[in-house]
Structure formats: C-alpha cells, structure tokens
C-alpha cells in the first residue's frame, strides 16, 4: 500500500459541505438488501462465489483487515485482538493484503460488496508490548503501549498523538450518563485512545479507509464510533474518495455504519451521527427479543420503525439487527443463536420486515465470552474453515454455527430479496400474533401464542399454490413444507403453527412466478400536482381529490373502486432512494380519492396513509430533492401519476391537502398562470382544481395557481449492442429499463444459462450527446448513461432452440449490477467506435436495420411481458458492420418524467436519478 503518496494527497484536500445521506447508501444491489457478517471468516470468497450470491445476500461484514495484536493463551486466540490494531497493514489473522485483495474481487464479480469493521479510535490496551511472552502481531510489526511511551512505528504513531493530555485514565460508568466529552477523551477499557483533532490522526485514519476504498470495498462499520467525536469524524470521512467507479459508478460514496450504543438516558445520542452515515440500532433486536420473549406483545411490531419507543430514527438512518458479535456474548437482553427456535422466530421478522437495511449474524460456537474462533493449533493458531453438510449448513464438528446458512434464514433472505421495495400491507393483529402482505409480493405471519393460527388472511398475491418459506423449501415443482393455497381474489386460509411463522413470496409459488397483470383500460396520461407546504421533519403532505361536481362522492371507507368520484391512478413519480416515506404509501394506492386509505395501500413501516402521498422537492438541481418538474422553488411537495383522463370532469378534476386534518376551502377564482393557464373551469369548487395530463401547482390554504404543459418528447432510453460474439451491452440513463431487458433475454432465450448471467464489463457514457449523437433530436437531460454487458453464448447452437427462439422452462434470475462503469465508448475497440454511434442514425438506416434484424427481435416480447403501461415501444436496429448490432429502444415519455410505476414494479432495481453533490446542507425528509 502506497500510504505516504495518499496521505501527502490527502494532506491539501479541502472539506466539501455536508449532504446528509452521502454515506447512507449501502452500495448494494436492489434486490440484494441483506448484509451478513462473517464473524471471523477467513475464506469469505468462497462463500460469495458459492453460496451467498444465490440466496439473496448483497453484502458480507468483514473483521477488521488490519495488522493487530495476538495474544496467546491455554491454545486460543481471544476473539477481541481483532479489535486491538498495531498498524493500519492488511495483515490480519483472516490472511495478507494480497489474499484480502483477491477476496474484494471475487466478491465483486458476483455482486456481494464488502463491507470493512474498521477500528479507528484506539489502538491496544495500555501496557502491551510486542515482545512480551504470548504476545506478537499479526504481521510483523512490533508496538509499545506501555504508558507514555505508545510507540506504534509501523503507522506511525507515538504518545503525542493519543488523549493522554486531555484525560489519563479510563472512561468510568457515570460518564456515558453525565460526561460526553469523557467518553470520546478517556480510554474505553484501557486502550489507548487516539485523539483525531491531530491533523495527523486524522491523515493516518484516512489513508488507511482509502487504501480499502482502492481495493474495492463498498463501505465500513466504524467501530466504537460512540467514542469519537462527530466532528472528527466527519472531517475524516469528507476527504475519503469516492468508491471505485467500475465497481460502483461515478460519484458514488461509501457506506458508513458507525458503532453507537444508545439505549436512552445516555449523554450520547444517536442523532448525532445521521448526518455521517447511520448507526447500528441496537433498539431493534432488543424490541423484536422482548416480544419474542413475550415481555411485550409480538402484535406490537407492526409499528416497529421509526418512532416506535426509543432510538429509532428513519430507515436510511438504522443498520438493524438482531444480536451482533458483542452482545451476543454479553447479558443483554437479545435473541442469539442458542436461543434455537426463537431466533430463528426474530430474524424471520427481521427479514419479512420493511424497516431500515439489516445484518444477519454468522457466528462461531462458543462456550465462554473470550473465547476466539476455531483454530488449527500452534504455532500460529490460524483459524479454521467451516465444513458444510449435504443441506448447505455447515458441520458444527467444525465448530461454526453459520446461522445465514440455516434453511429458515437463507430462505427468508430470499423472500426478502423478493419483497424488496414492496410496502407492508393488509396488516393484522391479534394477541401475540402478527401477519402481514407485502404489496402483490409476499406474505408473512408469526403466532406466538401457545395455539395454533387459523385465519383467511388478504395476501395481495395472485392466485397459485405457494410453498411455506420458513420451515419448508420449493425444490423443483415439490415443497417440503407447508403448501397454501391462494384464491382469485388474493385471499387464502392459513394455519400458523402455536410459536411459529410462516412465509411465502412469488419466488415459492409452485409452478412459477405469476404473470405480470394486464394494464389498465383507460386514457392515462402522465399528471403532475405540486402543492407547496411549510413543514417540519418528520411531517408528511397527502393530497385527496376526485371528480366531485358532477357525481355524489363515496364516503368509504375502502370504497374507491365503486367510487364515482375517484379517478384511475397509477403512480410513476422518480423520487430519491432514501424517500422510503413516498414509495411506500404510494403502493396499492390507485385512485385519487376524497376517502383517505385505500384497502391494499401501503404502510410506512406500519403506519397508514392518509391520502395520496406527496413527496418533497426543489428546483435546487444542486439538492438530492430537485426535482425537474419544479420550476417554483423549495417546499414543494409533489406527485406524478398517470391518471385516467375519462374519468375527469372533461379533463380537469379536485384537490385538497390533507395533513393531520384538510386544509382550507379553496376560491379559485382567478386566472392561472403557466403555459396552460386560464380561468377555473369548475367554479363551484371549494378545492384546487387541476388538469389531467399537465403540470399543476398550488399553495396549500392559497388561492393562487399554475397550470402548465408537461410536454412529451420522444428520446433513447435504451441501447443496446449484441456484438459478433452474442455479448450483449445494454445502455440507459434508467436502471430498471437495463434489468427489464436484461430479465427480458434472459428469460426469453436463455442467455448465461448455466452460469446465471455473467456481467463483465461495465462503461458509463457520460457524455451522451456526443457518443449517440441526434438519433432522436433530443437525448434525456440525465447525461449520464448507466450499461451492463452480459456474457452469452451463441443461441443458434443451442438444442432447445425452436423457430428461431430458446424458450427456457425456468427462467434464469439474472444477480447483477447495472451500474456506471469504468472506460467511455471512445476506450473502447474500435467496432465500438462505428460512426453511427458518434454521428447519429438517419431513419433509413434505421428502417433497413430494423428488418434485417426482425428475426432476432421477433424471439422476445418486450411490449407485453416488460412494458406495463407503455402502448408505443418502436424498436430498431442498426447493422454496424460484421462486429455487432446497435438496437435502439424508443419510448414516448413525458419530458423529465422518465419512468411509469409498471416499470419500477417490474425491475429488480431501483430508478436512480444521477445529480451533483449539493453545495449546502439539506433537510432531511
């Protein structure tokens, strides 16, 4: 590692402003939301290659890489020297900086991202010192912690760079009470603490994040963050560099977890560290114990997220857990893995859930606190490697417990990944009993109680037969547990074993995923409604609405579709990742109604709509709230719909916030202003009144209005190139569009079969004008394309081929990453460099290209099957030579309104819109 080179670079970086999500961000795959820590692990590539890539998870906890003390005694190694660094090397007891290396990279091939435990605020225990008997280092490095003298030369670091000064001596118990400043100055049980106001501290810490930042790694869970000082460490974190951009894409910053402990009644809180990144909630695993416990009511987690009790905070806040390598060992109140079925109980939960991002625990077997993991002996007592049984767990003879492997758990992880972005609905409770939906996706439901469950539930999931996920297992067409049967209706009876759940999603349906469902009939068009509003954090803006004038509106409730009033709606709003808030309720709400909730609407973690959500914005395109749409400044909360324009009052309909009550009556009685403008043409109304298929904007409790045209271009959403060696490139400002095309070869020929698709090569064109030129007049204002490569093999040698197509029997899930990548078109080989890319396409090559290519397009469906709403999908082709074939996707879209919701639901991905660091500090939502 080049350390002094980065830290001289470092040394003149200047401190950017800060954006409170820039490390929120797990950097992971869309439906890969479930992190495990392999406590211990050292043969961590095997298990991304093997196991992990396939069931669901999207990133591994690593132990700290780093050179650290060891420490011998009676032929252990406790676990905790891991915890005790003497240099900043990647030397560890899990192997050398080159094996490290080769792990990142092999876990990042298949999709699994890294995730460092990175200890910064300390070094060893007061007193250690290389040479003394049973002890040594990992590596070669030699150290000194004997009091005043703190010599660590392989950093390097002496006693003036420790807190020694400000306090000499150990944190005491009534500290983290009354004493915030002791707890971050004083020695966290007698390890030596180091002070990151020293500008060389600080330099050492960050060239040493930046080192792993250059391996490759996505993130890092920061340590005992709870005894560093904010400050210190987000001076520390704003120099870091931006991940890799072939790994990750351009501008993209790392994942930070930080350790804090807080319980309530502490003088350290949590709130703290939002701004950095997020924090390890503790509270979560200690809520879902005590239920399990039955020291509090199971029925109680269906509100469990932000606001429930103490400590937690909004989703892009918390890294959830349910036990950790610490308190596992402790006695505290947390389910671990000796607790056999409970445990297994809460992290079904955990993973069914819809709060915040989440860690599952894979531990070592251990009979006594310090206790290390298993090892091969003297003299160097390396650690040993699990062996696994035929079922995929792992042979506790070897003493690893590997609870991720368990059957329960790797099968929720799956249902998770399924479930991913879909909101908790059709919520029920009864007395230590819970279930509920997850939109049209899957189901869940745990019974404490001491009798069995039985009960017709509303699963929101089409009808089929679904095999049981929690104690069972789809092989083939044959489950091994329990099988439940689904009506047309959605609705179907469940038993729930007494101190049991059960789980079921669209991946366990026997027979398949269902089919899409069909799009609505009607006139929808693309409609946006801004409504400006005052509001504090943690306040929401719904709007309710109809077509009043002309018909006697429903009261409800749940009464929207035989509801006159209400009008047809289908949400397509492109909002930032972290506005969990809006992307949750605007699921299952399809109408635009004066009732409230709809039945199957979605919850916010439990907690209902009470409306059509909106969602804030800005037309500060420096903000991650900027939306495009918003032309009138800060404060605007905003929806986008396809709405039904038949079911208008002749193309206009009413509106009215509402937020925690309605607001005002509205007199409209003056003149719009905007493109549109214009005089009310619903007079009698007391509400706002808006136009189908244009852009409205209101003031809540204001009489004033705009109307304006949100008018429709035709642009590129997706290139795509199947070159000579049937490597495919797909291109596109959109990642969902990238994983409906994706899903569409895979599914539909067979393409990567037998090695699920694998994605090599990664470009982002960031100067899209200039690579495609004026193919269509007018390129998407993105300015940045995202693309994947799929490694094929040759359809047409295939023996299942039959008329020009390969229909494969089950379809192959693709576990990719379509993200920005490293090199531009103009790196590339030169058939990649054809003229037609730089200097556009004229419409007869377009039409001859077309034809010729018609055999090859006629093997899939991509109207139907992919693109939901979407009733023009003109495809075209262009023959650039012998080298490969250029197919441009064109999509009629409403300008800056990219996506309908028929996509997102059909993606594995979420929309990202791609937009600049903002220059000052944002709210947060």
């Known amino acids: 590692m080049l350390l002094p080179l980065v830290v001289a670079a470092l040394t003149a970086a200047v401190v950017s402003a800060s954006d409170p999500y820039e490390f929120d961000d797990s950097n992971t795959l869309f439906d890969r939301q479930t992190m495990v820590h392999l406590f211990e692990w050292r043969h961590v590539a095997n298990e991304c290659e093997n196991f992990l890539q396939f069931n669901g998870y999207g ?104 807190h020694d000064p400000v306090c000499h001596g150990d944190i005491q118990d009534s500290d983290y009470q009354y004493n915030a400043n002791n707890v971050r100055n004083c020695r966290l049980s007698g390890l030596l603490d180091l002070n990151h106001a020293s500008q060389h501290v600080r330099n050492m810490a960050v060239a040493y994040l930046t080192s792993l930042i250059n391996a490759g790694v996505a993130g890092f869970r920061l340590d005992a963050s709870k005894h560093m000082f904010p400050d210190d460490l987000q001076a520390m974190l704003e120099k870091l560099p931006n991940l890799r951009a072939d790994i990750f894409g351009t501008n993209q910053k790392p994942f930070v977890v930080h350790e804090v402990i807080d319980r309530g009644g502490e003088a350290i809180k949590v709130t703290e560290y939002i701004a950095i990144g997020r924090y ?185 037969s679904y095999c049981d996920q929690y104690d069972g297992e789809l092989k083939g067409s044959m489950c091994t547990g329990q099988t439940i049967t689904i009506d047309n209706d959605g609705k179907a009876s469940v038993r729930i074993p007494a101190r049991a759940c059960i789980a079921f999603s669209v991946i366990s349906r026997i027979g398949g995923r269902p089919s899409p469902p069909n799009p609505p009939a009607g006139n929808f068009q693309k409609t946006a409604v801004f409504l400006q509003r005052n509001t504090q954090p943690g306040q929401n803006v719904f709007i309710r609405g109809g077509s009043a004038q002309v018909h006697q509106c429903s009261s409800g409730p749940f009464a929207q579709s035989t509801d006159p009033c209400a009008i047809p709606i289908v949400h397509n709003s492109t909002t930032p990742w972290m506005y969990a808030t809006y992307r949750q309720w605007s699921q299952g709400d399809e109408y635009l109604d004066f009732e409230g909730e709809e039945l199957r609407q979605g919850t916010y973690d439990g907690t209902h709509a009470t409306g059509t959500p909106l969602a804030y914005s800005t037309n500060d395109a420096k903000s991650v709230d900027y939306q495009p749409l918003n032309k009138y400044g800060p404060d605007y909360w905003f929806v986008q719909v396809l709405m039904d324009c038949d079911k208008t009052e002749n193309g206009w309909f009413e509106l009215k916030g509402f937020m925690n009550g309605w607001e005002n009556d509205i007199h409209q009685s003056s003149s719009c202003s905007g493109s549109i403008g214009g005089k009310n043409p619903l007079p009698n109304s007391n509400n706002h009144v808006a136009k189908c298929g244009a852009v409205s904007a209101f003031t809540w409790n204001s009489d004033s209005c705009i109307q304006a045209n949100c008018r429709t271009k035709n642009s590129i959403l997706l290139v795509v190139i199947l070159r000579k060696d049937w490597n495919v490139i797909i291109m596109s400002p959109s990642h969902d569009l990238i994983a409906i095309l994706v899903h569409v070869i895979v599914d539909s020929i067979g393409i990567g079969e037998k090695r699920r698709s694998v994605y090599r090569h990664r470009l982002p064109i960031t100067e899209s004008a200039e690579v495609l030129g004026r193919a269509t007049g007018e390129l998407p204002a993105h300015g940045l394309y995202r693309c994947v490569e799929l490694a094929t093999y040759h359809v047409q040698n295939d023996p299942r081929r039959r008329g020009g197509c390969v229909r494969v029997q089950r379809p192959v899930r693709p576990h990719f990453g379509p993200t920005p990548c490293q090199d531009r078109l103009a790196h590339l080989p030169d058939p990649l460099r054809a003229e037609p890319l730089r200097c556009g396409l004229r419409n007869q090559q377009i039409d001859r290209a077309a034809a010729q290519a018609g055999n090859w397009l006629n093997c899939y469906d991509t109207r139907c099957t992919y693109c939901g709403h979407l009733s023009a999908i003109a495809l075209a082709a262009v023959h650039t030579g012998s080298s490969f074939w250029l197919m441009l996707i064109f999509v009629p879209y409403v300008h800056q309104c990219i996506l309908p919701k028929s996509l997102q639901e059909r993606s594995t991905v979420n929309q990202v819109t791609v937009l600049s660091k903002p220059s000052s500090p944002i709210r947060k939502q």
Not at 60 to 69: A, F, G, L, M, T
Not at 103 to 116: A, L, P, Y
Not at 146 to 154: C, K, L, V
């Open 280 to 464: 390890t909630n503790f509270n979560f695993g200690a809520a879902v114990a005590s239920a399990i416990w039955k020291q509090s009511d199971v029925a109680g987690l269906s509100t469990l997220g932000p606001g429930f009790g103490y400590g937690n905070l909004d989703d892009h806040d918390v890294l959830n857990f349910i036990d950790n390598h610490d308190n596992q060992r402790d006695d505290q109140p947390y389910l671990t893995y000796k607790n056999g079925d409970q445990y297994r109980m809460g992290n079904a939960y955990m993973l069914a859930w819809t709060y915040g991002y989440i860690r599952v625990m894979s531990s070592f077997a251990f009979d006594f606190h310090d206790q290390g993991p298993p090892n091969m002996g003297a003299p160097n007592y390396a650690t040993g490697s699990p062996t696994f049984n035929p079922d995929n767990t792992c042979d506790a003879r070897s003493g690893w417990v590997c609870e991720h492997r368990w059957p329960t758990i790797r099968q929720m992880v799956q249902f998770r990944a399924a479930c991913q972005g879909r909101a908790a609905t059709e919520i029920v409770t009864e007395s230590n009993r819970i279930a509920f939906a997850r939109e049209q996706n899957g189901f869940f439901a745990m019974n404490n109680a001491d009798s069995d469950w039985n009960r017709q539930f509303d699963t929101t999931l089409p009808a089929g």
């Open 59 to 162: 990133a591994v906890q690593v132990s700290p890489p780093n050179e650290h003390i060891m420490i011998y005694t009676n032929d252990d190694v406790p676990w905790w020297v891991r915890y005790q660094p003497v240099s900043y090397r990647l030397n560890s007891r899990s192997g050398t900086e080159a094996q490290f290396q080769n792990m990142v990279d092999r876990c990042n091939k298949v999709g699994v991202r890294i995730i460092v435990d990175s200890v910064l605020n300390h070094m060893v225990g007061v007193g250690q010192k290389s040479d003394d008997p049973g002890h040594g280092s990992s590596g070669t490095a030699s150290y000194d912690g004997r009091d005043g003298i703190e010599s660590f030369p392989a950093v390097p670091y002496s006693s003036t760079d420790f």
